[in-house]
């Protein structure tokens, strides 16, 4: 595993008003992220965990602070080349599967490389075989269960062999028993490509089989 951070994140601020009210979310945060580790992101509802997922992938630019990506800033390349690293280098998995409901599981899988612009289909349907769906290939998101949907989001997320996978309470859906073999699933595939994970989770028990364990309390990083 490389000791060259492939994320790095600096003062992190973040707030939102609600109201007259100005609530701060992220406090000032600072971490590293090895190329290769398992972290998972925990703490109480509304403590700023999804917030700090969505300003590490580039999704919430933050008020203060810098996100590097390979040492390369996040936020200061402008928005396409953003899009286009997000789509290249990064995968993501959200609690709602947002497949689309007319597609079928390969085609759904497909979308990602479809907008990079690459012939995939082989590695697509290798991926739904990998996460145990070598026989749904050709079924609608309405004809799988929530666990099989949420394999399906997971092997989109990995069809460009991103190199950080960002997931959002990805078992946030489904029932104990799914939810551990999809935190399984995902742990299994990062080791065996090399792909560094982030996880938001509340379960506490779930996010001790990573590799480390980040705990946020109102906006920062509990010691």
Known sequence: MSTVPLLRATGLRRSFRIGSRSIEVLRGIDLEVTA?????LCGASGAGKTTLLYTLAGLERPEAGEVFFEETSVYGIGGARLASLRNRRMGFVFQSYFLLPELTALENVLVPAMIGRREARG???SLLDRVGLADRLHHLPAELSGGEQQ???IARALINDPSVLFADEPTGNLDSHTGES????LLGLGRADQCTLIVVTHDADLARRGDRILRIEDGALAA
């Open 36 to 40: 290769g580790e398992a972290v998972f």
């Open 123 to 125: 590695r697509a349907e």
């Open 182 to 185: 999809i935190i399984e699933l």
């Open 151 to 153: 394999r399906v989001a």
